[in-house]
């Protein structure tokens, strides 16, 4: 069954360095997102993109955080100047068509330790 | 923020109980998810409730959407220590999901 794989499981950075946290959607989606999990707390919707563009994003993803598709297979999320709070599990997920119509199928997600 | 809450929190019983988690919110939601997620992994879609009052069973769970679509329980019969794990609802409201903190299911052989 095809799969949302992410790269690296795991990524450790220096505070203020940036980070860039790659995943490959399901080849026929078109939906993707990121989502975070700090240790121990609930999982949080950072942003979804679509089209090449972004369509949502929470109060979190803010000038700090950064998306693209640089190809026709991965969407990457880019963090920069790195603080201690940003260290968490981040999960990248795709689904076929949106939230609203179609379930989404979510990576292994990385954990990123900010030092 | 549509705010989604999950009782109870933590939940420890024994193989062959019977168990029900909630997820409430005070927000209409176009669509209900739950998913289970182990530690390391990602969370794994269940289910998928759109319609109010709608029951969908998948062998030993029962998933009920709230008929004013603001709330859903997940009923769990016969629980088996694989059941065990992090059971999270998503509500999603203008093709945004956002996640509730989650039951974290024991059950114990």
């Known amino acids: 069954e095809p799969e949302v794989t992410q790269t690296p499981s795991h990524q450790v950075t220096q505070m203020g360095q940036e980070v860039i946290l790659r995943c490959v959607p399901i080849?026929?989606?078109?939906?993707f997102y990121w989502y975070r999990q700090i240790l121990g707390q609930k999982v949080e919707f950072l942003v979804s993109?679509?089209?090449?563009?972004?369509?949502?994003k929470s109060e979190i993803f803010d000038d700090q955080f950064s998306v693209e598709r640089p190809d026709g297979s991965n969407f990457t999320l880019k963090i920069r100047s790195t603080k201690l709070e940003d260290s968490a599990m981040y999960f990248c997920?795709?689904?076929?068509?949106?939230?609203?119509?179609?379930?989404?199928?979510f990576g292994n997600g990385t954990r990123l330790t900010v030092t | 923020t549509q705010l989604l809450e999950q009782s109870p929190q933590f939940l420890s019983i024994q193989e062959g109980e019977n168990l029900t988690v909630y997820c409430n919110s005070s927000?209409?939601?176009?669509?209900l998810q739950w998913y289970r997620q182990e530690p390391g992994e990602g969370p794994v879609l269940l289910v998928t409730?759109?319609?109010?009052?709608e029951v969908k069973k998948l062998k030993r769970l029962t998933f009920q959407f709230g008929d004013a679509r603001k709330d859903s329980s997940l009923h769990i019969t016969a629980a088996q220590p694989g059941d065990t794990g992090l059971y999270l609802c998503?509500?999603?409201?203008?093709?945004?999901?956002?996640f509730g903190a989650g039951t974290r299911l024991t059950v114990k052989p």
């Open positions: 997920a795709s689904s076929e068509q949106g939230t609203g119509n179609s379930p989404l199928h």
């Open positions: 080849s026929n989606h078109l939906y």
């Open positions: 993109f679509y089209n090449n563009e972004i369509s949502e």
């Open positions: 927000s209409v939601f176009s669509s």
């Open positions: 409730v759109v319609t109010g009052g």
């Open positions: 998503a509500g999603v409201y203008n093709n945004d999901m956002r």
